[in-house]
């Protein structure tokens, strides 16, 4: 029972990591049908944005508090990105917008690798410590079942800005703008919405989630490298899908859904496999998920659409 | 060959059959010439070739039949590992090449038609996706499946493959000719393998101008009008993925024998994007494309290797960015600033599905 | 006359509107058959269900008096049945002749290992579908055109190209959405023209249209839709005669009648 517990807990970190990410992908997604590649790598810049932010006030600032610093390393990292966002899709996805539907794909692709080079060029390619500021401690709310407080504070940091998200999305004059380019950009503009200004806010309001998802990600394994964002990147899209792309309410339910069926499949794997299979193959079961559900029920737990764009 | 030749600059257009010459001059002269820098080089062109036998399979998939395939490697690496486990010290299994590659060419082929299958509804992004993921499973596969049998040997790789043995000749070896005069091995792969391009350049644009390219094509440029003229979409997709595997399949037993060593490390996602960049570098759906395509993103990272460290060194007294940097800042620069700038790639298609030849009598020229 | 096409009871939902119900209808053999009706009359859905685009919620299609398989178009074509669509589809990379030439694929039979070896059938087989795909283009009078890509061709001549595609697929019924929709009026009667060759070379017409002049001036017989419901099946004449369809489609359609 604890492990089954435990597992829940793991699940529900890792998956609402998965859910921040996996809201601009499908926010750009239904916008623009695109999968944007390269929205996983700005985890990774978010990331070591902050980490650079960090190390760069433990030198001038030694005494100051973990809370202000990691406060301030996001408050850097989040217009960071999003300004990477916002000249990602204006110089190379907006000049795309009408060619044939694989060349942004490619496009996407070319750009997520770029992304990881330059941090490559930037912060080299080995694994650096990312510091830890909210405490790694686990407690025990119940008896043999753990969790520390960096994973309290990434559950409840993930859900206030989806819930934030939701609200900018439903009672809002950008939401609704955001809502009417969705359904048809040509109506849309029809009706004064400035297109391309929303186009170009969607990228940059899920660079802003993929950044605070990155330094969540990067605070609770202590880690990061050029290379974190892709996985988890993949992953988010896959959770994108399982909830139906396009819908937010389903890009969350996806996350969860999928941080879920990985920790419980790394944690009975070796059993249900008779020890052949071990939790190393842990990431296998996104790729199932995201075949199952592409070829049985491409429109997602959520989804109403049918997505036969593409 | 034709498209070949006409892509040769200047001449290709003036006088096709002369072009067609210096093209064929080139291919046998190219170690030769490669060898006056140094061995080294004839190695970056044996390279250049199995990386234009990838990119020609991919350029199947991808540029005739329309479908984003991000796997790709996948087949190469069902290719290498065929032919470590059946002609490698690994499982005492010496296998020669005449069954190794007929039955790699068989399991890639298989493999292709298993991703094929399920991912046959999805389109364009969606397709990518699922191929990406279904590479990576594969390399999970390879990097684990050493425990608890071992089958792969994990990520440490399978050593001493068997060298190719053609008609009594071991083409890890050189030859001596005479007392001063010997044929490097390295030359040898290059012509076996030079021979295996031009057999699948012959193959492929037979295929191109056909019925199985014109419905590929039609598939590609409308599926919905393709079915509408009865063409059994789902049969030609399986047939492009498997195909384009048999390709991947054959060039991974080649790529294993020749380097003597298979590991999950060359079978990587940015591996089927590098072979993905070529053909979308040298122009998707035509067969001179793909091979320029391969030819100059396979020896370009190789050429600035040799000239980016020493200038780097004597710029700023060391090295800033590594030759791997390099390569993979070469690799998404070329894709991305291709799409945007010259989407048809560097030698646009203007493919041919039809012999017009059959049409002389009624006076019809192009 | 002997019957080609008949169409049982045909339904189709989509979500809470029923584009089509319970239609019924006869097309004989030889003869060019209309299909109208005012926009969103179920027209283009009755093409698609027919031609295995869309599955049918109920009744079925008999074709040479054998049913039609549901839901897959390839095989409706080998059965006989070619379409052209109201937005043009054609291959934009191909030729016109590699398009019409597609076309044949159904018709031909080598496989990889005829064209790898490009053995004596494989060779006589291309030959004889250049040829041919040839002939269909100087049929539909665009031969001058073969070596174009297609997307370069102007918009009549895409039409053409269109049916010349679907003729190569040897079709005993021939089933044309909207062919006449964007045509100015000479190009309207080169196209009336080409249908009344079809139709004389012993090929079975079916044709939706907006253009109502086209339809009464081509067409053998004339069934008319109305929210996805047959109202009327007769010659033009009487058509044109008929109470409810005067009130459902000439009435208050004359915008239709470009």
Not at chain 1, 229 to 246: D, E, N, S
């Amino acid at each position: 029972m604890e492990i089954f517990l435990q597992q829940i807990v793991n699940g529900l970190v890792v998956g609402s990591v998965y859910a921040l990410v996996a809201l601009g992908y499908t926010m750009v997604y239904g916008i623009l049908g695109l999968i944007n590649f390269a929205h996983g790598d700005l985890v990774m810049v978010g990331a070591l944005t902050a980490l650079q932010t960090m190390m760069f006030l433990m030198g001038v600032a030694p005494g100051m508090s973990p809370v202000a610093m990691l406060t301030l390393s996001l408050l850097v990292a989040i217009p960071v990105c999003m300004l990477l966002a916002f000249t990602m899709e204006r110089l190379a996805y907006r000049p795309l917008r009408n060619a044939p539907r694989l060349a942004p794909l490619i496009t996407a692709i070319g750009v997520s690798f770029l992304l990881q080079t330059l941090a490559m060029i930037v912060w080299g390619r080995n694994y650096h410590t990312f510091p830890q500021l909210i405490s790694t401690t686990p407690v025990q709310p119940i008896e043999g079942v753990f969790i520390t407080p960096i994973q309290i504070t990434i559950i409840i940091v993930s859900a206030l800005m989806m819930a934030g998200l939701i609200l900018l999305v439903t009672k809002t004059k950008l939401g609704r703008a955001m809502r009417a380019t969705a359904e048809n950009h040509r109506v849309a503009a029809l009706m004064g919405v400035d297109t391309n200004m929303i186009i170009a806010l969607t990228f940059v309001i899920g660079a802003a989630l993929a950044a605070v998802a990155g330094v969540m990600f990067a605070s609770n394994y202590g880690i990061a490298h050029y290379g974190m964002g892709f996985m988890p990147g993949l992953k988010a899209f896959t959770a994108a899908v399982l909830g139906g792309i396009g819908n937010l309410g389903g890009a969350m339910l996806g996350g969860v859904v999928l941080g879920l069926v990985e920790s419980f499949g790394a944690g009975y794997i070796e059993q249900a496999t008779f020890g052949f299979l071990n939790s190393s193959y842990q990431d296998i079961f996104a790729f199932i998920i995201l075949g199952l559900v592409l070829i049985f029920k491409p429109t997602g737990l959520l989804g109403e659409r049918v997505s036969d764009r593409a | 060959m034709n498209e070949l030749a006409l892509a040769v600059p200047w001449l290709g257009k003036r006088n096709p059959q002369a072009a067609r010459w210096v093209v064929i001059a080139i291919a046998i002269a190219a170690p030769m010439i490669a060898m006056m820098f140094g061995r080294t080089w004839v190695r970056v062109l044996d390279f250049a070739l199995l990386y234009i036998l990838l990119a020609l399979g991919l350029n199947l998939v991808v540029g005739f039949a329309g479908l984003l395939d991000l796997g790709y490697i996948a087949f190469y690496a069902v290719g290498a590992y065929t032919a470590a486990f059946l002609a490698s010290p690994h499982f005492d299994v010496h296998l020669p090449i005449w069954v190794v590659l007929p039955l790699a060419a068989g399991f890639a082929a298989t493999a292709g038609i298993t991703l094929g299958f399920p991912v046959l509804r999805l389109r364009g992004d969606y397709l990518a996706i699922v191929t990406l993921g279904f590479g990576e499973i594969v390399r999970i596969f390879m990097n684990n499946l050493n425990y608890p049998i071992n089958i792969t040997n994990g990520p440490q790789g399978i050593n001493s493959l068997d060298p190719i043995m053609l008609f009594g000749w071991d083409l890890s070896r050189n030859i001596q000719v005479s007392e001063d005069l010997a044929i490097n091995s390295l030359f040898l792969y290059y012509y076996a393998f030079l021979a295996c391009v031009a057999g699948s350049i012959l193959f492929i644009s037979r295929l191109q101008v056909s019925r199985v390219g014109r419905a590929w094509a039609a598939m590609r440029d409308d599926e919905l009008a393709a079915k509408a003229i009865g063409i059994n979409t789902r049969n030609m997709k399986l047939l492009a993925f498997s195909l384009g595997a048999t390709f991947g399949g054959v060039s991974g037993v080649l790529f294993g024998t020749f380097q003597g060593f298979v590991s999950p490390e060359s079978f990587s996602l940015m591996e089927s994007i590098a072979v993905l960049t070529m053909v979308v570098f040298g122009g998707m759906g035509n067969i001179a494309g793909a091979i320029v395509g391969a030819i100059i993103l396979s020896a370009l990272p190789e050429i600035l290797r040799h000239l980016a460290v020493p200038v780097q060194q004597a710029l700023f007294g060391h090295v800033l960015l590594d030759p791997e940097v390099l390569r993979m800042l070469l690799l998404s620069l070329a894709m991305i600033l291709m799409m945007l700038l010259r989407p048809a790639g560097l030698i646009p298609a203007n493919a041919k599905y039809s012999h017009i030849r059959y049409l002389k009598a009624k006076g019809v020229t192009e | 006359m002997i019957t080609l096409l008949e169409a049982r009871n045909i339904g189709k939902r989509f979500g809470g509107l029923q584009a089509l119900s319970e239609v019924s209808l006869t097309i004989r053999k030889g003869e060019v058959y209309g299909l109208i009706g005012p926009n969103g009359a179920g027209k283009t859905t009755f093409f698609n269900v027919l031609t295995g685009a869309y599955t049918p919620d109920g009744g079925e299609f008999v074709f040479n008096g054998a049913p039609l398989p549901s839901g897959k178009p390839h095989l409706v074509v080998t059965q006989g049945i070619a379409r052209t669509f109201q937005n043009i589809r054609l291959f934009r990379e191909l030729t016109a002749l590699e398009n019409v030439m597609a076309g044949h694929h159904i018709r031909t039979t080598a496989g990889v290992w005829g064209i790898l070896t490009q053995n004596k059938h494989t060779v006589e087989e291309e030959r004889l579908t250049t040829e041919r795909a040839y002939e269909l283009l100087k049929y539909v009078g665009i031969e001058r055109f073969a070596t174009a890509t297609a997307k370069n061709l102007s918009y009549g001549d895409q039409r053409r190209l269109e049916i010349a595609r679907a003729l190569a697929t040897e079709p005993q019924l021939l089933a044309l959405d909207e062919p006449a929709a964007g045509m100015n009026a000479t190009e309207t009667g080169q196209l009336k023209h080409l249908i009344e060759q079809i139709r004389g070379d012993g090929i079975t017409v079916l044709l939706i249209e907006h253009d109502v002049k086209l339809v009464m001036g081509l067409c053998d017989r004339v069934a008319v839709l109305d929210f996805g419901r047959k109202i009327a099946e007769d010659v033009p004449a009487e058509v044109q005669k008929n109470e409810a369809v005067i009130g459902a489609y000439l009435g208050g359609g004359h915008k239709h009648a470009h």
